[in-house]
C-alpha cells in the first residue's frame, strides 16, 4: 500500500497534461486550435493502461488480504492439518480426563458406601466372665465366627479404595484438566484464525459454533473447581453435566471436521 501513492501521483499527472503531438512551430503556437481526431501516440496506450490498473489495483480495498501468499506457510496445507490432528488428540485427551475424574469421584463416593453398610452391622456382644474363674484365662480363645456378606462387601470395598487412593487419581485429573484447558482454548483460537489466514474470512457454521461451544464449556466446567474443593456437590454434578454435554459435542463436530479436512486438500498445497 506504500508504493500505491507515487504512482497514483504519476497515473493522475499524466491523466491531467496528456502528451500530444504538433506540428505547428512556435510562431503559429497561439492560433494553435485543437484537433478533435488528434490521439495519444499508440506507443503510450499500453503504459498509460497498465499505469492506471496497477494504480486502481493498490489503491483497491483489500478484501482478500489473507489468500494472496501474504503469510507464507500459515496458509500452506501443513499448518493447515495442525488443527484437526491436535483437535483429535484432545478428543482423546477428554475421555482420559473423564476417566481420571470418574475414578476420582469413585474415591469419595466408595467411602460413603463403606459408611452405610458398617451402620447395618450389630454390635457383638461380649461374653461374660463368671468371678473367680480362672480357668477361663488359661483356656483357648472361641473360633472367630464367619463373616457375614455385610462386612465381606466393606472388606472389599475398602481394599478397592486403597487402591484407587494409590492412583492419586485427585492430582492427575487436576493436571489433565489444566492441560485440556489451556491447549484446547489456544487451539480453538489457533483453528478460527488459520481459517482466515488460508480463505480471508470465517465460515459461520456447524463447525465453528459447536467450537466455539466446547471452549466455552471447558471454561465454565474449571470454574466450578473451587467450589468443588470445598465440597459443594451441586458443583461437582454440574461439573459433570457440562463435561458430558461437552464430549457430546466433540463427537458430533467430528463429521463436521472431516468435510473440512477434504477441503483442505482440495484447496491448498504442501507445505
Not at 480426563?97 to 457383638?124: C, F, H, M, S
Amino acid at each position: 500500500m506504500m508504493a500505491a501513492a507515487p504512482l497514483t501521483a504519476a497515473v493522475r499527472a499524466t491523466l491531467h497534461h496528456p502528451i500530444t503531438c504538433s506540428a505547428s512551430t512556435s510562431k503559429h503556437h497561439h492560433n494553435h486550435q485543437p484537433n478533435p481526431k488528434q490521439q495519444t501516440p499508440p506507443q503510450l496506450v499500453p503504459s498509460l493502461t497498465t499505469a492506471a490498473v496497477t494504480a486502481t489495483a493498490l489503491l483497491a480495498p483489500d478484501a482478500a488480504l489473507a489468500v494472496g501468499g501474504e503469510f507464507g506457510i500459515l496458509e500452506g496445507r501443513s499448518v493447515a492439518l495442525l488443527h484437526p490432528l491436535v483437535m483429535g488428540g484432545l478428543f482423546a485427551f477428554t475421555l482420559w480426563a473423564g476417566y481420571l475424574g470418574w475414578q476420582w469421584r469413585r474415591v469419595r463416593t466408595i467411602q460413603d458406601e463403606i459408611n452405610e453398610l458398617k451402620k447395618q452391622l450389630t454390635p457383638a456382644a461380649a461374653a461374660p466372665v463368671a468371678a473367680g474363674d480362672s480357668s477361663s484365662s488359661s483356656s483357648p480363645p472361641p473360633p472367630p465366627s464367619p463373616k457375614s456378606p455385610v462386612e465381606i462387601k466393606i472388606d472389599q470395598l475398602t481394599e478397592e479404595r486403597k487402591k484407587l487412593i494409590k492412583g492419586s487419581f485427585r492430582d492427575r485429573h487436576f493436571n489433565a484438566g489444566s492441560i485440556l484447558l489451556g491447549l484446547g482454548v489456544t487451539e480453538s483460537v489457533g483453528g478460527a484464525l488459520n481459517t482466515w489466514f488460508r480463505t480471508g474470512k470465517l465460515f459461520p457454521g456447524p463447525h465453528l459454533f459447536a467450537g466455539a461451544a466446547i471452549t466455552v464449556l471447558w471454561a465454565a466446567a474449571a470454574a466450578l473447581v473451587p467450589a468443588m474443593q470445598k465440597g459443594n456437590e451441586t458443583a461437582r454434578s454440574l461439573h459433570i453435566a457440562l463435561n458430558a454435554i461437552n464430549v457430546l459435542l466433540f463427537i458430533w463436530q467430528i463429521p463436521t471436521g472431516l468435510e473440512i479436512v477434504a477441503k483442505v486438500f482440495e484447496f491448498t498445497t504442501w507445505p
